[in-house]
């Protein structure tokens, strides 16, 4: 086995779980669990979804061991199902479930095509996903009530669809915003928001119905013209969270690209005006922020 191979797809994982942490810890996000609270998750905590990311980390090893063993794809999808299992047994409830298939699903494809160029992941991502769910059953989970309640594609279509949310939404409105102002969390929020308006939400509603997902395409609308105004997207958020943990609303879809998207501009180098991301119990993750942010 070729082991810079090996090298560069265990970097790629390191890359997802940074990118599962920095979005994490990006904040505020509204609904979601930050560095502030937990948003409209009363069963979950920042001390979960931490745990959560180790378990995660363990996840894509193992799915390494298997890609270079060079086993089927239906033993990787065993193994994302043990993975969703472990976290439900230890945690209590499914955390990062959404994150922990699609990085997956991402890390497989990246082995597959050994390439990080956008078009070819993009391929590959949507031939897994005809494999994967040609594999599987739909299950009785929100997010499949949701698709069939309200018609929404949600994972499944973005899937079969290569992650257009990620190559063709959140990469390039980050690289527009860091290029135009030099700020990574300015950068981020735009990235943030333009997820919003284009993420077809399948926990936003199964949580709020068709008003919630039209009320988070209006939010993400709003906090795009207030970035690209130069106004205050961190007081624009601290109160949409209240909003929307009175309404119980979430955007957990939102949370998985935003992931992803981090991790994936990490592995390909493109993370500009972010330091280490790492997190103690006694210290915030380190991000190098522009004026006016801290």
Partial sequence: MNSSRIFE???????????????????????????????????????????????????????????????????????GRRAEEVMMEELGSNTLKGYLFLSGLLLVAR???????????????SELGEEFFALRRDQATN??????????????HEVLDGLPSLFTCAVPAYLTAIERTGC??????????????????????????????????????????LIAEGGDPVAFLTELNRKYVRMNLTMGGVADILGLAYGYLVATGRLAGASETTRSRNSKPRLRLCMGDA
Wanted: hydrophobic share 40%; aromatic share 6%.
């Fill in 184 to 225: 990574f969390t300015s950068a981020s929020f735009a990235m943030l928001a333009r997820l919003m308006q284009t993420v077809d939400d399948t926990t936003t509603l199964h949580r709020c119905g068709t008003m919630g997902l039209a009320r988070l395409r209006r939010d993400g609308q709003t906090l795009e013209r």
């Fill in 111 to 125: 082995w597959r095509c050994d390439s990080d160029d956008e078009k070819r992941l993009n391929r590959a991502v």
């Fill in 143 to 156: 997010g499949h009530s949701a698709r069939s309640r309200f018609g929404a594609g949600g994972v499944v």
């Fill in 9 to 79: 797809i265990e970097q790629f994982a390191q890359s997802l779980v940074k990118g599962g942490a920095m979005a994490l810890y990006l904040t505020p996000k509204p609904g979601l669990v930050d560095l502030a609270d937990q948003g409209s998750h009363p069963d979950l905590s920042l001390d979960k979804m931490e745990r959560s990311l180790h378990i995660l980390g363990d996840y894509l090893a193992e799915l390494i061991r298997s890609l270079t063993d060079g086993e089927r794809f239906l033993c990787q999808a065993v193994i």
